[in-house]
């Protein structure tokens, strides 16, 4: 595990952004697992810049979304569908037949998530994922309680998690299709982005706390090739002991 830290959120959003550019110049074809959420617009942002200059290849990747909402049209501006269109895909070269997000307006939506896991599979599975986490460690939607071992699935969301949920005036979404911790634990590559205060406990302990299914985003402390960036303020909480495994990079 690396733990990176940069001064503030945008230097470590830009970060991750050229650690994911590394990656595609590296492999064009990179599977990528993506994320949304406030903390990752500044991440799109410099990977729009840094694909518009040329930097890394845009036109080869293919894409897999951790999770959507269920019963939220893709035209909804609170749907992911609609964020990864204004923050990356309509800024990308044909993103209809390479860019997956799970459709959480499927009639079937059990047999949805398990067709999303076999594509993830059919494609070779996933070179890199990014993920964020949330306020009470989750990562995806997979909320406290969540077993390790879990796949993509149909979830309920927490009061916790809905209380955050933006874009929607009312009628928050209850629940989620979102891909498991067992599949984000196969990413061979995982990158993790916590910036801002309010972040700071959840990274606490995620990295501090013997793993368990009460901090979701613990289960990653045995993933064999982890990189975590955060700013000062998400790193606020972890004590010298933690900080001494920081790579001076
Ligand atoms: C949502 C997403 C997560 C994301 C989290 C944090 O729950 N499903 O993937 O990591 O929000 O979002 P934010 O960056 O807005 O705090």
Known sequence: MRIIIKDNADEAANFVANQIALYLIARPTLVMGLATGETMRPVYARLRQIFRSGEAPSMEF???????????????????????????????????????????????????????????????????????????????????????????????????????????????????ITMGIGTIMEARHCLLLATGEAKATAVKTMLSQPASPTCPASALQSHADLMIVLDRKASSRLTDLQLLDIDPF
Do not use: W
Request: glycine letters at 10%; charged letters at 20%; aromatic letters at 8%.
């Open 62 to 176: 293919i894409s897999f979304n951790l999770d959507e909402f269920i019963s939220v049209p893709k035209s909804h501006p609170g749907s992911f569908h609609a964020y990864m269109e204004s923050e990356l895909f309509r800024h990308i070269h044909e993103p209809r037949v390479r860019c997956f997000i799970p459709d959480g307006m499927a009639n079937d939506l059990p047999a949805e998530a398990g067709a999303f896991e076999a594509k993830i599979k059919h494609h070779g599975g996933l070179d890199i994922q990014l993920l964020g986490i949330g306020g009470n460690g989750h990562i995806g939607f997979n909320e406290p309680g969540t077993p390790f071992e879990s796949r993509t699935s149909v979830v309920e969301l927490s009061q916790h998690t809905r209380d955050a949920i933006i874009g929607f005036e009312a009628n928050r979404p209850h629940r989620a």
